[in-house]
């Protein structure tokens, strides 16, 4: 006749006070006798006498405390932040690459040079967790006025593949609107070009999004280039037969009609990252400067321009660190 369960329990337990303390012999002879009596399965035994012993004879676990936090000083935070707000508030990637140029100018506080050395060896990823909580505040929004165009798309092609990105002079160009909470009446735009080879950078504020005036304002930013223009991919409208500001007979003499005609080009409708290279400048080189305010003053545009013309392209090409893909997947068809 078998043991009752009462009687297995506290045969159970009086085994967990001797099992964990005895020798692996020892431990072997009280496992086949408990498992002898009690008709239990070894590997069930086993689980009975280790899952629930004393707590005397439980080992205590040394807490985990994780690895010692090397960034922690929050003066380390504070130029960060000095940093990445004077530099227009760049990714973590840039960051890192301007913080050894703009550190042995950096007035605002006394850096220790221990501090200076860290600053130095972090990592974007890192710099990225310790402005987390500072960026949440700068939120990206804003309406997109792009309108259905197809005036001249059988004349101008699409561009999939990407242009020889070691040669400068191929732009790609996209329009900003700044027109507030209404696309309503006329207001100023921004043409923001790009070279994809060296990341030149060039923008030029018009009234509307007219012909002429969107030429005149190609026209000034290629004057401006230290290179010749040699390819212009434009983003073009999206859907339908209504205008856009890059499909036009004025811009097609322009860039053609010469002795070295220009690659004249578009991206597909709604792939906006045929056009990523200036895309992704739209924020950072216009949104982050002028915002999302609608300007419907024609004398904003002269002043635009100007601040466009000096100071802006002079910083972002000459003291901001650009960032180059290297590798693309391949575009859908």
Not at 46 to 53: A, Y
Not at 73 to 96: F, G, M, S, T, Y
Not at 108 to 123: E, W
Not at 312 to 322: A, C, E, G, V
């Amino acid at each position: 006749m078998g043991l009752t369960s009462q009687a297995r329990s506290e045969y159970l337990q009086n085994l967990r006070e001797r099992y964990p303390y005895g020798t692996k012999s020892q431990k072997k002879l009280m496992l086949d006798e408990f498992c002898a009596v009690c008709g239990y399965n070894r590997k069930y035994a086993i689980r009975l006498l280790n899952s629930f012993t004393s707590r005397r004879s439980r080992k205590r676990r040394p807490l985990s405390r994780g690895r010692k936090k090397t960034y922690c000083d929050p003066l380390l935070l504070d130029v960060l932040w000095e940093i990445w707000r004077a530099a227009n508030q760049p990714c973590a990637k840039r960051l890192k690459a301007l913080l050894p140029l703009w550190l042995p100018f950096f007035k605002h506080f006394i850096i220790p040079d221990s501090l200076q050395a860290q600053l130095l060896r972090i990592s974007a990823a890192t710099i990225d967790r310790l402005l987390a909580s500072q960026r949440k505040e700068f939120k990206k929004r804003g309406r997109a006025t792009t309108k259905p165009g197809a005036i001249l798309k059988k004349r101008i092609p699409i561009q999939t593949n990407q242009w020889d990105q070691s040669v400068p002079g191929f732009l790609e160009a996209v329009t900003v609107a700044h027109c507030g909470d209404s696309t309503q009446g006329q207001f100023v735009y921004t043409v923001n070009c790009v070279d994809i080879a060296s990341g030149w950078t060039a923008q030029r504020a018009v009234w509307g999004r007219g012909e002429r005036g969107v030429l005149l304002a190609i026209k000034h930013i290629e004057a401006t280039l230290p290179f010749a223009l040699k390819g212009f991919d434009c983003l073009p409208a999206q859907a339908g037969d209504n205008d856009s500001e890059f499909l036009n007979w004025h811009l097609i003499r322009y860039l053609m009609d010469r002795p070295q005609p220009v690659q004249f080009t578009r991206s597909r409708a709604y792939y906006k990252n045929d056009n990523a290279h200036v895309e992704n400048k739209n924020w950072t080189h216009i949104r982050q400067l002028i915002g999302y305010e609608r300007f419907e003053q024609l004398e904003l545009v002269e002043l635009l321009n100007d601040l466009y013309n000096s100071e802006w392209n002079d910083y972002f090409n000459f003291f901001i660190p650009s960032v180059k893909l290297y590798q693309q997947t391949t575009p859908r068809l």
